[in-house]
């Protein structure tokens, strides 16, 4: 009978160290969990501040050639206007 307890026992101690094990798993698991989680929403974050500064920089690149574009065809046809009024003026 002495030799039963002994495995029972044995079998007992194995069974708390491999829940115990599984527990410190588990805990390890949530663990890395949480944090590729926090560095995924930091990585997110990050790229979405800079696309939106990528995209706030674009635009007012945009605009600006938008403004020039406008302001060569405004001096373009006060030139032509102007060339018009020379050749009236000569004849």
Do not use: P
Not at 5 to 19: A, C, G, Q
Not at 28 to 48: D, G, P, S, Y
Not at 54 to 61: F, L, M, P, V
């Amino acid at each position: 009978m002495s030799i039963e307890t002994f495995l029972l026992e044995i079998e007992n101690r194995k069974k708390k160290e491999i829940e115990s094990l599984e527990k410190d798993l588990a805990e390890k698991k949530a663990k890395l969990q949480a944090e590729m989680n926090h560095t995924v929403k930091e990585i997110q974050e990050r790229f979405a501040i800079e696309a939106k500064i990528k995209s706030e920089r674009e635009y007012a690149r945009i605009i600006e050639a938008a403004k020039l574009q406008s302001k060569k065809i405004l001096f373009d046809a006060i030139n032509s206007n102007m060339q018009s009024a020379f050749d009236a003026i000569k004849r």
